[in-house]
């Protein structure tokens, strides 16, 4: 679905599509007894209208429907599938086994579908946050990517590591050490006993 900025009532019924919940809370409820029912839409072949849960049983059934981080939720079958060899004939991209490779004869002006499509993690970044990570942040040069590292504890080696090797060079600027504040307004002491 595809909306333009000035179809407001398209717009909103998109955003109310995308944050509906993932059950009508309008059929939820909670019984005398502290239990969780639930109204079906349409009744089992049995007449079942409504099914009773115990709130962690209730919770358990909604927790397995939340899918695992980092887990493609759209599959693709038939020529729409990574490994048909059919895939880069019907694809704008032309990524798959049967896309043709491109050579140096044809080299034209990629259209915008292919060069979304090849683009960089790197480059996604920058046109995604504004993270420039190719550019050096202190000189302007190019910047030349060796790693990607993904091992957490690999990850919390490399940072104990820097955060240990900043602490040793904020004590080697720190500045001298001065004096203590001086506690009173004036070094010398006088006595003003005496009335005006």
């Not at 969780?36 to 007449?47: C, I, S």
């Not at 090849?118 to 920058?126: C, D, E, F, N």
């Not at 490399?158 to 070094?187: N, Q, V, W, Y």
């Amino acid at each position: 679905m595809a909306a333009r900025a000035d179809e407001r009532e398209t717009l909103e019924r998109l955003c109310r599509y995308i944050s509906r919940p993932a059950i009508a809370e309008e059929r939820l409820s909670l019984t005398p007894s502290g239990k969780v029912r639930y109204q079906l839409k349409t009744p089992y072949r049995d007449g079942t209208t409504h099914v009773i849960f115990e709130p962690l049983d209730f919770i358990a059934r909604l927790a397995a429907l939340v899918p695992k981080p980092r887990v493609n939720l759209i599959r693709f079958h038939g020529v729409f599938a990574p490994n048909s060899r059919y895939r880069g004939q019907v694809t704008k991209a032309k990524r798959g086994r049967g896309g043709r490779r491109a050579t140096t004869a044809d080299m034209e002006e990629p259209t915008p579908a292919e060069r979304r499509a090849s683009m960089t993690w790197a480059q996604r970044l920058k046109r995604a946050f504004g993270i420039d990570i190719e550019t050096c942040p202190a000189c302007g040069g190019a910047v030349r990517i060796i790693a990607c590292i993904e091992d957490p504890e690999v990850i919390a080696k490399i940072l104990s590591h820097l955060d240990a090797k900043a602490g040793r060079a904020e004590a080697a600027r720190r500045p001298p050490c001065r004096a203590p504040p001086r506690t009173r307004l004036f070094d010398c002491e006088s006595d003003y006993s005496e009335p005006f």
